[in-house]
């Protein structure tokens, strides 16, 4: 089959460091790949893929020197290379979410747009009404539910790349906390949460990126300034900066648990079955797909309040880090997703 992948711009494919759209994408290409399929990924000049590669722009967005966030400027060039490749295709994949609907229209064979992001933004339900009869994946039965009467064809949980990930079943004494650094993502309680329980934590994140005309972007960066610089001061936790790779592996694999306490709704969180993956459990809060992904108990801890959290932090000597393992090869793997 021929198939093409419409990747965002702002990360190479797969990501150097933060992005998990971009990693996800890599995966199912190259799954689709070793699988004969006839791939065109449509990307940024500078990702690495065994498909066809179709630059969006020579260099990734987010990557550029200063970095940028406008899609709109780039928009039309995506569409165009696109249209000159329209009839190559036996399907095209969107993971654009609401900035590649409008490519549905402009398709003769079968469009179908996998959604990454969060729905219940008042001012983009409009949109996404007005193209109901789109197919839809959503990666998580969660993120569904702003837009419950959608053209929902399939829920894909997100897959990862598991030979990037080494189990291991003697962890260290530390926490660790991976992700952006936003009120979203709840670093803070992390922090906290640590603390109190007497353990490290090792932060990958980098700093937000300064975009003065964002105002999440802006959100973010006030956060981290008035927030988490102070807590940062704090014995026992230390900031290391994005990792990939095998340092994420490592960092993972030796971690006593990964603390997620996000506050919003997310879609799916891919540091979760990276964790697992390493035999890693899971200490959330039970919001957006967390409850999908970890079964309390068994593969960490779903949680209601910061104190739970810590209480949790106690237990997970309690868990079984082959089990964990086992649960992201069963669930969580390219062959899964694909």
Same mark, same amino acid.
Not at 94 to 98: A, E, F, Q, T
């Given at each position: 089959m021929r198939i093409a992948q419409v990747a965002p711009p702002f990360e190479t494919v797969p990501p150097a460091g933060y992005g998990g759209t971009e990693r996800v994408v890599s995966v199912l290409t190259e799954e689709l790949v070793r699988r004969g399929h006839d791939v065109t990924l449509f990307a940024s000049g500078d990702s690495r893929t065994k498909a066809n590669l179709v630059p969006i722009v020579p260099r990734a967005l987010w990557r550029q020197d200063p970095p940028t966030n406008d899609f709109a400027a780039h928009r039309a060039s995506l569409f165009g290379k696109l249209l000159q490749h329209l009839d190559d295709f036996d399907v095209v994949h969107?993971?654009?979410?609401?900035h590649g609907l409008g490519l549905a229209g402009l398709c003769q064979a079968p469009f179908v747009a996998t959604l990454h992001g969060r729905l219940d933004i008042p001012n983009l339900l409009a949109t996404y009404r007005a193209f109901a009869e789109l197919p839809l994946v959503s990666i998580s039965n969660a993120q569904r539910r702003p837009l419950a009467n959608a053209n929902w064809i399939a829920t894909v949980h997100h897959g990862?790349?598991?030979?990037? @990930?080494? @189990? %291991?079943?003697?962890?260290?004494?530390?926490?660790? =906390? &991976?992700?952006?650094?936003?009120?979203?993502?709840?670093?803070?309680?992390?922090?906290?949460?640590?603390?109190?329980?007497?353990?490290?934590?090792?932060?990958?994140a980098r700093p937000p990126l300064a975009f003065a005309d964002d105002p999440e972007a802006r959100c973010d960066r006030a956060y981290y300034e008035e927030t988490i610089k102070p807590l940062l001061r704090e014995p026992g936790i230390e900031l290391i900066g994005e990792v990939?790779?095998?340092?994420? %592996?490592? &960092?993972?694999?030796?971690? &006593?648990?990964?603390?997620?306490?996000?506050?919003?709704?997310?879609? =799916?969180?891919?540091?979760?079955?990276?964790?697992?993956?390493?035999?890693?459990?899971?200490?959330? @809060?039970?919001?957006?797909?967390?409850?999908?992904?970890? %079964?309390?108990?068994?593969?960490? @801890?779903?949680?209601? &309040?910061e104190e739970e959290m810590g209480a949790a932090v106690g237990r997970l000597p309690d868990i079984d880090r082959r089990r964990c393992r086992l649960e992201a090869e069963q669930r969580f793997s390219p062959s899964a997703m694909a």
């Open positions: 969107s993971h654009l979410d609401y990862i790349d598991l030979c990037s @990930f080494d @189990f %291991s079943d003697t962890p260290g004494d530390y926490l660790a =906390f &991976l992700g952006r650094i936003s009120p979203d993502k709840g670093l803070d309680v992390a922090i906290r949460v640590a603390r109190r329980a007497g353990r490290r934590l090792i932060i990958a990939a790779g095998p340092q994420k %592996s490592a &960092l993972l694999r030796g971690a &006593l648990g990964l603390l997620f306490p996000i506050r919003w709704p997310e879609p =799916f969180g891919l540091v979760m079955p990276e964790a697992l993956a390493c035999g890693t459990p899971v200490v959330a @809060f039970g919001e957006g797909s967390v409850p999908e992904v970890i %079964s309390h108990g068994v593969t960490g @801890f779903v949680c209601d &309040l």
